[in-house]
């Protein structure tokens, strides 16, 4: 155990690894403050999906016995957890027409949460070859 005490504060110590880091999480602050806009939109989309299905669960599953949507703020829960792929399971749709609300939730879900990949990971790749092309640069120089 000692020697591997030894090898991680080798590895951290080094000026190295640490201007490394640094360097990655510049990249990493400048590609979210790049994304800002298309995180707010993926916020916005993710926010009126969430709405539109709760309440639309919420009033497929009023007339449902055994519903375990009881309210509003139960169906905005299970709008997230379902949008967000979490899916824990504690509340479910038992009617036909809460089902199908679910599938197209599950599957709305699945497409708002690819909005912003490929806007970040753009970014990411825009200030992550421009701060390898500058290292290389320095480095020959």
Wanted: hydrophobic share 50%; aromatic share 10%; net charge neutral.
């Amino acid at each position: 155990m000692r020697s591997l005490h030894v090898d991680l504060d080798q590895l951290f110590s080094s000026d190295h690894h640490i201007c490394c880091m640094l360097s990655i999480m510049q990249v990493l602050i400048m590609t979210f403050k790049a994304s800002v806009e298309g995180l707010s939109m993926f916020l916005v989309a993710l926010t009126v999906s969430m709405l539109v299905y709760s309440s639309a669960l919420y009033y497929a599953e009023a007339s449902v016995p055994d519903s375990q949507i009881e309210s509003i703020p139960d169906a905005f829960w299970w709008a997230i957890i379902t949008m967000t792929t979490v899916g824990y399971g504690d509340k479910v749709p038992k009617g036909a027409l809460g089902r199908i609300i679910g599938a197209a939730c599950a599957i709305s879900g699945i497409l708002t949460l690819a909005i912003p990949v490929p806007i970040i990971a753009g970014h990411f790749n825009r200030f992550y070859s421009h701060r390898t092309g500058r290292s290389r640069l320095q480095i020959v120089h």
